[in-house]
């Protein structure tokens, strides 16, 4: 009987999860009336999603922690929801309900791979949003993070320096500072102030001489995290500038050159690193190297065929198998044991995050604003790709972690900042218009 | 009209900066959906189609998951008799039965303590049960497991007990495989032990000394493959010498003499006067050696890897590679030696299997393979698999010249035991020295019909003594019974 149940909430939790995605994309064309009408049913969803996989959890294993710590992580995303409409009374609701549905889903399957971990993330996650709360308002607020282009390079290249200089390494790549106990990644935080130096840049002037400037420091960013070895991060940025400068630019040329440039770099960096080679070996042919190169990769593939479409339900996989899997293959674990369907939803969700943050950017008059805009945007959602592309060897895997989701400290806090900024920005856009209308 | 207005008509025709990156903005959000479509389908593909041969493997340790929710299914023989069954024990336990007991000991193998052969083969399909939907919720419900996917194998049961019945308590090999098809009908190895109760017998079983029981020397087994090995020397002087291999001519003395080392043919016979085919249906080492002597090194390394020496086999099964390591630079003795099948050169009985159903089909390899299909509980099909093609070891004409070479061995050389009115077949001996003092390893390796193949064998005992005498008699006994009982029908 209790098999059946276990069995039985992963259809229903798939069924719920693609409503809830189903609600996402019908919010784009409807009236205000009846978006809130859906998005409050997301909610629903949402919160039932959540107590469905916490109920399983619980009949799986006993562990009496698992109340305290699921009474925590709702109250939570409650608060999240109830204070920031509170507080933020013009914010957009979907994007905060895809923040808290991402959340929750890295909630229930980081406390099913270690529940200390997911402890540490949890407590991570509440001070990122306390800290990431002002963002809209010092967005709205300071017209002068236009006028700061060289303070974000500055910054931004002196913190991946020194990660370069200081980093510790971890599966090959130099990617976090030691701070007293604490483990920083700051290629997380660059990303931020990467989109912001550009857009400043760009809003600056866009003649020629400007945009070999920004090229030249652009370039810089992605050659230093070449040689601390964090490709993930370095794709991802040099293809946020690609499509930075296109939209600064609208010249098509830019784009051209950026992806002819963007493969001669593939082609040299495959010739000239050892561990780009071993990632492409295996992403082309893991069976060969089941044992060492291969592993990770045929792992994840074992995890997510094994569980398949519905997937064998929570703690009744191996994800534990995969290395690292609470981190780059968080996707794998979560396509195993609640379904590729359901990760497919993941998916879809994020997919419609971007999608308004585009909206977002398309609203903004300001091109500062436009292109921060889309430069976040443009960065998670690559990072997503990679992620999950990485776990189901459709491209060669980059060691990225899916955002929300994954574990790691510097990545919620990073990426709430940049939820939090696109909010302000849509905030800025939604109070100019209702003072337009009122008259002002 | 006025001229500013149409001046200002004009410049709403044109785009604004903004509109411009908002309609690339716009061709940006179609690319990102089309990727991620790109990624789904890509992910629905591998669900659909590739998944079931992805993750039936042994690096998978989920597999073993499946047994708590799924009753092993049933491996079948050809012909649907039961080779392997799971049947619950009186203490409510599952225990996996084996009813031919050590019959199939090597190629069914075992699931209880780490899982071989076919258990491991089919382990997926065995552990996936396709009864219907709600049966299965029912089952679920009532907490009873459901039942697994049955596996029919190509084996044949009268095909595999006359193969072990020949073989007797001698160590060894035998296989039998359907050459223009690459269906495996029978593999027996020697000595074999009872798969029943395995884990109980197992300590007993890897402490036997000289024994190695648990060994599939069908597959894994590599021996010295004396004479059957003057299939690839002759392959290797055919290719040499096209136009005038049938000009060959050689004077065999019963011995050859080459600086201070002395071969000689199997029990010192005088062959006289040789022609290439003679020499080969007689199996004559001085001939062959001589002849070993004139090939290019180069060539002959090339022709072993094309026949997968030192290669992947194409086995489903645990094998090992075949060995050929004679270099350019090898010494005339150990071209001698390598020439007649002895020296450095070791190969499994399934590879020679391999070569010789390559040669029954037209120099085509077909690939191996032991799962017919797989049925649900109830016998309704699940999936099929076809045969299908390795790849060509040879061309047509090399088959076609060997085939000739191997017919005659049976009708006027070494193979005489195969010589019958019923049917035509083909073959090679070969009695190959692995250890001074001690008896040969007798191989035969051959075909039947010759016109039109349909069985292909191959035959080791170890320390049997003559090819032909002893291994030989063994393919009879299979030959006879496979052409036989398919005309009775």
Not at chain 1, 373 to 381: K, N, P, T
Not at chain 2, 403 to 420: F, H, N, Q
């Amino acid at each position: 009987m209790e098999g059946l149940i276990v069995g039985a909430s992963n259809y229903v939790t798939i069924l719920m999860a693609a409503m809830y995605t189903y609600w996402n994309f019908r919010c784009f064309g409807v009236d205000e009336e009846r978006r809130d009408r859906y998005l409050k049913r997301q909610n629903r969803m949402m919160f039932l999603i959540h107590f469905l996989s916490f109920s399983v959890m619980f009949l799986k294993t006993g562990d009496e922690r698992l109340f305290p710590f699921y009474g925590a992580q709702a109250a939570f995303l409650w608060c999240f929801l109830a204070l920031y409409g509170k507080c933020y009374r013009s914010r957009c609701k979907l994007l905060a309900n895809n923040m808290c549905f991402l959340l929750s889903v890295g909630f229930i399957i980081l406390t099913r791979l270690s529940f200390d971990k997911a402890i540490r993330q949890f407590g991570i996650t509440v001070c990122s949003a306390v800290a990431a709360w002002l963002i809209p308002f010092v967005i709205r607020r300071m017209w002068q993070l236009s006028r700061m282009a060289w303070v974000y390079a500055a910054v931004g290249l002196g913190l991946l320096a020194a990660v370069y200089v200081a980093g510790d390494a971890s599966y090959g790549a130099q990617l976090s500072l030691k701070l007293g106990e604490v483990a920083v990644q700051p290629s997380e935080f660059v990303k931020i102030t990467f989109v912001f130096f550009v857009s400043a840049m760009f809003y600056k002037s866009t003649d020629r001489r400007q945009i070999i400037v920004t090229s030249a420091v652009a370039a810089l960013h992605v050659v230093v995290l070449v040689l601390s070895k964090d490709l993930g991060s370095g794709l991802i940025f040099f293809v946020t500038y690609v499509f930075m400068v296109f939209v600064a630019t609208s010249d098509w040329i830019y784009l051209v050159l950026g992806f002819a440039g963007g493969c001669g770099a593939s082609v040299a960096a495959w010739k000239l690193f050892a561990h780009v080679q071993a990632r492409v070996i295996a992403w082309r042919d893991p069976w060969a190297d089941i044992d060492n190169r291969g592993y990770q990769i045929t792992q994840s593939l074992f995890a997510i065929g094994t569980g398949s479409w519905f997937g064998l339900g929570l703690y009744q996989g191996m994800p534990g198998k995969i290395p690292v899997v609470e981190k780059d293959f968080v996707l794998a674990a979560v396509s195993e044991e609640m379904g590729a369907l359901f990760a497919m939803c993941v998916l879809f969700i994020c997919l419609g995050c971007f999608i308004q943050f585009m909206m977002v950017a398309c609203e903004m008059e300001a091109m500062f604003y436009k292109l921060v805009a889309l430069g976040l945007g443009v960065e998670y959602i690559v990072q997503v790709f990679l992620t999950a592309g990485g776990v189901t060897k459709f491209i060669p895997s980059t060691g990225v972690t899916l955002p929300l989701i994954s574990y790691g400290g510097s990545s919620v806090l990073c990426t709430f900042i940049l939820f939090s900024v696109v909010q302000g920005l849509y905030m800025l856009k939604r109070e100019e218009e209702e003072d337009y209308e009122a008259g002002y | 009209m006025r001229p500013d207005i149409k001046r200002e008509k004009r410049r709403k025709r044109e785009k604004t900066p903004k509109q411009k990156a908002d309609r690339s903005i716009l061709g940006l959000v179609y690319l990102i959906v089309a990727l991620f479509l790109g990624l789904m389908g890509y992910v629905g593909y591998f669900l659909a189609v590739s998944r079931e041969d992805v993750i039936n493997n042994s690096y998978n340790a989920r597999l073993d998951n499946f047994s708590k929710t799924v009753e092993r299914g049933k491996i079948l023989s050809s012909d649907g008799t039961v080779l392997a069954v799971t049947e619950e024990a009186e203490d409510g336990s599952e225990v996996r039965r084996y009813p031919f007991g050590p019959l199939f000991s090597h190629v069914v193998g075992y699931s209880a303590r780490g899982k071989t052969g076919l258990e491991a083969l089919g382990n997926f399909y065995l552990l996936t049960s396709h009864t219907n939907p709600v049966s299965q919720i029912g089952e679920a419900l009532t907490g009873r497991k459901n039942p697994g996917d049955q596996v029919v194998t190509t084996l044949d049961v009268r095909l595999q007990q006359a193969a072990s019945d020949a073989l007797g308590d001698k160590k060894g090999a035998v296989v039998a495989m359907e050459p223009a098809s690459g269906r495996v009908l029978a593999m027996v190895s020697k000595p074999d032990f009872d798969p029943n109760g395995i884990a109980d017998i197992w300590d007993s079983i890897v402490s036997e000394e000289g024994q190695a029981r648990l060994v599939n020397r069908a597959t894994q087994g590599l021996y010295p493959p004396g004479s059957t090995f003057k299939i690839i020397t002759l392959l290797e002087y055919l290719r040499e010498h096209p136009e005038d291999y049938d000009q060959y001519q050689f004077d065999c003395q019963g011995k050859i003499t080459y600086g201070d080392y002395t071969l000689r043919c199997y029990h010192g016979t005088v062959h006289g006067s040789q022609t290439l085919k003679e020499a080969f249906g007689n199996s004559c080492n001085g001939a062959f050696a001589s002849l070993g002597l004139e090939l290019d090194k180069k060539g002959m390394a090339d022709t072993a890897g094309q026949l997968l020496f030192n290669g992947e086999q194409p086995l489903s099964l645990a094998y090992s590679k075949s060995r050929f390591s004679m270099g350019e630079d090898a010494p005339d003795w150990e071209v001698l030696q390598t020439a007649i099948g002895q020296g450095l050169t070791q190969m499994t009985p399934m590879h020679c299997l391999m070569v010789t159903a390559a040669i029954a089909n037209g120099g085509t390899l077909m690939n191996p393979y032991f799962i017919e299909r797989v049925e649900n509980a109830f016998g309704e099909p699940v999936k099929s698999f076809e045969p299908t093609v390795y790849g060509s070891l040879m061309d047509g004409e090399e088959a076609r010249i060997l085939r000739d070479m191997m017919a005659w061995v049976v009708t006027d050389g070494t193979g005489s035991a195969l010589r019958t009115e019923a049917y035509t077949a083909a073959g090679k001996t070969g009695s190959a020295e692995f250890e001074t003092g001690k008896e040969t390893h007798a191989w035969f390796t051959g075909f039947a019909p010759v016109e039109n193949p349909r069985i292909a064998v191959t035959v080791v005992v170890e320390e049997g003594g003559s090819g032909g005498q002893t291994a030989a008699p063994v393919a009879r006994q299979l030959f006879d019974l496979y052409l036989g009982q398919a005309d009775g029908e």
